[in-house]
């Protein structure tokens, strides 16, 4: 479901309220990959599937923590929709918890949840808090407090 939002008071409406669950995403060995080489953090558990087979919990290689971050705005971005937005801005994370590996091949999707929302700076700012989920795992990827502002015409 998609929330359109035209004003704060739209979005102050949605505050404590889930938002949107996110259609599965595969995460594949390409992707790790080429995260590694952006990031240039090459370490063995991601990228070395020979070696992930001995060594590693699974016999696979894992994705990045940062890799499933990244990927929340990507998961995320069709729960609402501005009819007057004129930018959007990733302000931070007040806090992210890696809680568990999402291994090469599995499938992850976002939670969110409209944590609080407020008047600043000429902008409303949004505190969300989504919960990465692994396909067939009970215990999710993460869980992010992010935090953006919005610019509204």
């Keep these: 479901m998609t929330h359109t939002i035209s004003s704060f008071e739209d979005l102050k409406a949605l505050e404590g309220q889930e938002i949107g669950v996110s259609d599965w995403y595969d995460i594949n060995q ?3 990959n080429q995260f590694a080489d952006a990031t240039h953090d090459h370490q063995w558990i991601h990228v070395d599937e020979e070696r992930a087979t001995a060594e590693m919990p ?23 929709e501005f009819t ?30 409209v944590a609080r929302v407020r008047q600043r700076s000429g902008a409303i700012q949004v505190m969300g808090q989504t919960t990465v989920e692994i396909e067939g795992e009970e215990k999710p990827a993460c869980i992010a407090e992010t935090v953006s502002f919005y610019y509204l015409k």
């Design 30 to 32: 390409e992707q790790i």
């Design 58 to 80: 699974g016999a696979k290689t894992i994705a990045h923590g940062y890799l499933t971050l990244a990927m929340i705005p990507a998961m995320t971005a069709s729960f609402i």
């Design 84 to 113: 007057n937005l004129e930018r959007a801005i990733n302000y931070g994370v007040n806090k992210v918890r890696f809680m568990n590996m999402v291994q090469v091949d599995s499938r992850i999707r976002a939670r969110a949840i």
